[in-house]
C-alpha cells in the first residue's frame, strides 16, 4: 500500500499546473539575452559581413580589372603578331624581289661574257685561221722555190717532176 500512495502522490505532482512568473522571468531573460546577442554578437557578426561583402566585391572587382587587363593584352598580342606577320611578309616580298633582281643581273652578266667569251673564241680562231694560211703560203713558196731551183737544175719528166713534188711535201710534213 505504501507504494501505491507514493504513486498516487507522484501522480498528483506530475499534473502540470501554469506558473505566470517563471514565464515572465523566462521570458525577459529571453530579451535580455536578445538584447545583449544584438549588442555583442549580431553587431560584430554583420560588421564581420559587411566587411566579407566588401571583401568579395573588391576580389569581384579586382578579378574584372584583371580580366579586362587580359582581354587588352590579349589584343595587343594579337595586333602586335598581326603586325609581324604583315612585316614577315614584306622583309619575304622584298627578299623575292631582290633576287629576282640579283638573278637578272648575273643572268645578264653571264650573257655580256658569253658573248664576249665567244667574240674572243671567234677572234682567235681566225688569227690563228690566219695564221695557218700564212704558213701554208709560206710552205707552197718555199715548196715552189725548190721546185723550181730543181727545175732549173735539170729538165724533168711528168713523172719524176710528179714524184719530186710528193717528196717535198712529205719532206716538209716530217718538219712540222
Not at 555583442?40 to 571583401?55: K, N, S, V
Not at 640579283?102 to 688569227?127: F, G, W, Y
Request: proline share 1%; net charge negative; charged share 30%.
Amino acid at each position: 500500500m505504501l507504494t501505491s500512495s507514493l504513486v498516487l502522490g507522484a501522480a498528483e505532482h506530475a499534473t502540470p499546473h501554469f506558473n505566470g512568473g517563471d514565464i515572465l522571468f523566462q521570458l525577459a531573460m529571453f530579451l535580455i539575452l536578445l538584447a545583449l546577442l544584438k549588442k555583442f554578437a549580431w553587431g560584430p557578426l554583420m560588421g564581420i559581413m559587411t566587411e566579407r561583402e566588401e571583401h568579395i566585391a573588391g576580389e569581384i572587382e579586382a578579378a574584372e580589372k584583371s580580366r579586362a587587363e587580359a582581354a587588352k593584352n590579349l589584343e595587343e598580342q594579337r595586333q602586335l603578331l598581326k603586325q609581324a606577320r604583315q612585316e614577315a611578309s614584306g622583309l619575304i616580298e622584298n627578299a623575292r624581289k631582290q633576287g629576282d633582281v640579283q638573278r637578272d643581273e648575273i643572268i645578264t652578266i653571264a650573257r655580256a661574257e658569253s658573248e664576249r667569251i665567244k667574240e674572243a673564241a671567234k677572234l682567235e680562231i681566225e688569227t690563228q685561221k690566219e695564221k695557218a694560211v700564212a704558213a701554208i703560203r709560206e710552205q707552197v713558196a718555199s715548196l715552189s722555190v725548190m721546185i723550181a731551183s730543181k727545175v732549173i737544175e735539170k729538165e724533168l719528166s711528168a713523172a719524176d717532176q710528179e714524184k719530186l713534188i710528193n717528196d717535198y711535201i712529205q719532206e716538209a710534213g716530217e718538219r712540222r
